[in-house]
């Protein structure tokens, strides 16, 4: 076997490399964390501290406090209407109530794939001039759905595509009607699309700066708090928030990883895979 | 279970589940409205209004009339610090996809090739996880980093390197371009893990076995083989940055503007009619992109995947 004598350099290179991606990666996260500790009110190196200060500043701020609130709301409202929305279009989309689905596919894909900027843009020509709608949490959920929903129907379309529909004519051919079909069939099937199809709305939502931010209201959303905050000067209680949203994602996603793979050692699932 | 025992024979489905009637076709077309709406109501007529808003013009009191002209477009394309942000953009988005294509390629080869798969499949979700905490958060942390008084400053003051802190990376396009990198590259990692993770390496042996050089084998057996993944990551981060407003704005400075900064301010002071020009420029331009490309377009897959 013709094995250069550059293998075994190249391989350490890779590898150090890769380590050296780690860390890239996960600097900034890490300083975003030890700097909520800092007791200087300029964060910096060396850490001083530790102290649990801004902490407590981070919760006797009203505004910031009513920024969370909003953007929990906002991102609970958008994941259970994206996740029924999309749902929805996709058994449509993929069970053939449509004249075009490959354009209707890769229509879905444009919300995803154009710059949020334009998104927000044209909403807030669209509420301003052309709706006269006021501005408010109301708009930013819309502007928000036209991202997740999209993210929902390919997800859940995906997995409907690999579904194999001989388990629903079984289960019609043992006398279910269509809705027991749907409810006792379909939906355990593909619950692991839905769920990842609403964990990544909620994620996004939290998330959404760019649309949000030319559809806010006078009612900011976190991330458009914390962008006024620190565009205006040093605030360094945003470490604070961003160590606990932060500890909050992560949570989600374990929890999301964790569950999702748990579905996945389900039989039926490989089976509906495998057909 | 069923699929075995049918063998030869064409499934066909029941009766039961077919039904028909009158308004069958509008009945399973309906879950698809609220969707439909959306997709339509709060995203393609938005920008349909937004391109006849760029062919008009606005009066004294700044309120859009409707003077068709294609005024707005002359205006940007005539305007040498606008067109100069249009191809610093350009510039920007090649050299930050390039840069996540060749990192992002040597730690998927090396994960594919040198690492089990379930050290790799662990390595990418440490490599995503980043991707889901908060973007803006992630940028504002990146200024305490790169800024003057930031930690690299002070680390390469403490080694000695330089004397006085360097403006080298902050408040300019450097900033601009490490951020970017910093965020696009899980995205790139992602899609080319998953196209190498499907190639046998072993075909790398087989053609040097033949006699061609590792460079060759590489460009004509590895290369031809993961070019989808390769050309998903590159539409995956250059369209992306042809919007970015948020990292030029916190790290990049007043000379580090991208083209989507020019769209926000322009409405920020209230020129719809020419911030919506440039506005569709933008869109039209990834519209393009999209419809060339658009065989590669599994954004459900990049999203679901690690």
Same mark, same amino acid.
């Given at each position: ?12 290179? =890779?590898?150090?490399? +890769?380590?050296?991606?780690?860390? +890239? ?9 030890? +700097? ?13 501290? $530790? ?34 929305? *999309? ?49 408010? #949490? ?35 051919? =043992? *006398? ?15 619950? $692991? ?15 959404? +700066? ?9 009612? $900011? ?29 992560? =949570?989600?996603? *374990?929890?999301?990883?964790?569950? #999702? *793979? @748990?579905? @996945?050692?389900?039989?039926? @699932? ?6 | ?79 040498? %610090? ?119 390496? %072993? ?104």
């Amino acid at each position: 076997m013709p094995v250069s004598r550059y293998a075994r350099p190249t391989r350490w290179v =890779l590898r150090l490399w +890769f380590w050296a991606l780690l860390v +890239f990666l996960y600097v900034p996260i890490v300083f975003m964390i030890a +700097f909520s500790f800092d007791e200087s009110a300029t964060p910096g190196l060396p850490i001083q501290g $530790p102290t649990l200060h801004w902490y407590d500043v981070m919760l006797h701020n009203r505004q910031l406090l009513r920024a969370v609130g909003n953007t929990v709301t906002v991102a609970a409202i958008v994941a259970i209407l994206a996740t029924i929305i *999309g749902t929805m279009a996709a058994f449509v989309l993929v069970r053939g109530g449509l004249r075009r689905p490959n354009a209707t596919r890769i229509a879905f894909t444009l919300p995803i794939m154009i710059p949020g900027v334009l998104i927000g843009v044209s909403l807030l020509i669209f509420f301003a001039r052309a709706t006269d709608l006021p501005l408010s #949490l109301g708009t930013v959920i819309a502007g928000q759905l036209v991202v997740t929903v999209p993210f929902v129907v390919l997800i859940v379309a995906s997995r409907l595509q690999g579904f194999d529909r001989s388990l629903e004519w079984a289960a019609a051919d =043992l *006398g279910a009607s269509p809705r027991q079909a749907v409810r006792h069939i379909i939906l355990p099937l593909i619950a $692991p699309a839905i769920l990842a199809g609403a964990l990544i709305s909620v994620t996004l939502s939290i998330d959404e +700066f760019v649309i949000t931010w030319f559809t806010v209201g006078s009612q $900011p959303t976190l991330p458009t708090y914390i962008y006024t905050k620190v565009k205006f000067g040093v605030t360094p209680e945003v470490n604070a928030v961003a160590t606990v949203m932060l500890v909050a994602t992560l =949570l989600i996603f *374990g929890i999301a990883s964790f569950v #999702l *793979g @748990r579905w @996945r050692r389900l039989p039926g @699932r490989r089976r509906a895979k495998a057909a | 279970m069923s699929t075995e025992i049918a063998g030869g024979t064409a499934l066909v489905p029941p009766a039961a589940l077919d039904t028909e009637g009158g308004g069958r076709r509008l009945r399973r077309f309906a879950p698809f409205l609220p969707a439909a709406f959306i997709l339509i109501g709060l995203f393609f007529v938005p920008l349909a209004i937004m391109f006849v808003f760029s062919l008009w013009d606005t009066n004294e009191n700044l309120d859009v009339v409707p003077r068709w002209s294609l005024d707005n477009y002359i205006n940007f394309f005539s305007n040498t %610090t606008y067109v100069r942000s249009l191809g610093k953009t350009m510039i920007m988005g090649a050299a930050v996809t390039v840069a996540c294509l060749v990192t992002a390629f040597a730690v998927a080869y090396f994960l594919a090739r040198y690492v089990s798969r379930r050290w790799a499949r662990l390595a990418l979700l440490f490599i995503i996880v980043p991707f889901w905490t908060s973007y803006l958060l992630r940028v504002y942390s990146w200024q305490a980093i790169l800024g003057e008084k930031g930690a690299l400053n002070q680390l390469l003051m403490g080694l000695g390197l330089i004397s006085e802190p360097s403006r080298l990376f902050v408040y300019n396009d450097m900033g601009t371009f490490i951020v970017l990198v910093y965020v696009y590259v899980p995205f790139a990692a992602l899609v080319l893990y998953a196209s190498l993770e499907r190639f046998d390496f %072993t075909q790398l042996t087989a053609a040097q076995d033949l006699g061609a050089s590792p460079a060759r084998a590489f460009r004509h057996v590895l290369l031809p083989q993961i070019r989808p993944g390769l050309i998903t990551a590159c539409i995956f981060v250059f369209i992306p940055i042809l919007g970015e407003f948020l990292t030029p704005s916190m790290v990049g400075g007043a000379s580090g503007l991208l083209i989507a900064n020019l769209v926000a301010n322009f409405f920020k002071n209230a020129l719809i009619p020419e911030g919506a020009a440039v506005g569709f420029l933008i869109a039209a331009f990834v519209l393009v992109l999209l419809i060339i490309f658009r065989k590669y377009l599994r954004v459900e897959d990049v999203y679901t995947r690690g």
